[in-house]
């Protein structure tokens, strides 16, 4: 497809599980952000790729959020040891260039944790 | 510290009528660019409208128009002749051009009455 799409829409864990998210983004771009959403708020920057590296990962809340994207394409982002508080929709954005240029970005993937 | 205030949790408009959604921003940078998305009840997050920090006129898209006023620090959203699929949440975003992260405010609930 011509956007960003994201597995699986719906996701629901049991507490201490392990969880992964896929991004696809749309091809030929450089730039992919994850972003998560609680219920009420707006989208809380996790992680930013330029290729295959993460240039910011500033945004993790703490080690059991970890991203990839090894061939500079499609990334997964991994939660360990899932907890309550991790229940929220993950959103994948990609963009053309880094420095310049609007997000375009996926459906999103609602996790709940039990 | 970068900051993005959406005032208005929910705004009522008639269908036809024009509708203002405010935002202002905190941030230290010079260059930044500004950012409108749309989020219908289907979660995916779609462009609007772009304003960079220097540019001298105010952006338009169609039917959307920012109303910038940098010394205010505020880029209010104008959407004119309100139909009723703009019925959405609206999230303010700020770039700011020396990094990466995309700052979003908490968004503002648009319903338009037929």
């Known amino acids: 497809g011509a956007g960003v799409s994201q597995t699986p829409s719906n996701k629901v864990t049991e507490k201490g599980k392990y969880v992964e998210l896929r991004c696809d983004p749309i091809s030929g771009h450089t730039a992919l952000y994850w972003y998560r959403q609680s219920l009420g708020q707006g989208p809380e920057f996790l992680i930013y790729?330029?290729?295959?590296?993460?240039?910011?990962d500033s945004g993790l809340p703490n080690d059991r959020f970890f991203a990839v994207r090894p061939e500079g394409s499609v990334s997964t982002l991994k939660i360990q040891r899932t907890e309550r508080g991790d229940s929220a929709v993950y959103l994948c954005?990609?963009?053309?260039?880094?420095?310049?240029?609007?997000?375009?970005f996926g459906e999103g993937s609602r996790l709940t944790v039990l | 510290a970068q900051k993005i205030t959406q005032t208005q949790p929910g705004m009522f408009v008639q269908e036809k009528e024009a509708v203002t959604l405010d935002c202002t921003y905190d941030t230290s940078d010079q260059s930044y660019g500004l950012f409108w998305y749309k989020q219908p009840s289907s979660g995916e997050m779609i462009f609007l409208i772009y304003?960079?920090?220097?540019?001298?006129q105010n952006a338009t898209e169609g039917r959307y128009s920012l109303n910038f006023q940098k010394a205010r620090k505020s880029a209010n959203l104008v959407i004119s002749a309100s139909q009723l699929g703009d019925s959405a949440m609206y999230f303010c975003a700020m770039r700011p051009n020396t990094g990466n992260q995309f700052y979003f405010g908490t968004g503002t609930s648009l319903t338009v009455i037929p």
């Open positions: 790729f330029q290729g295959t590296g993460a240039a910011d």
């Open positions: 304003q960079g920090s220097y540019d001298e």
């Open positions: 954005a990609s963009s053309r260039l880094a420095a310049s240029g609007e997000l375009f």
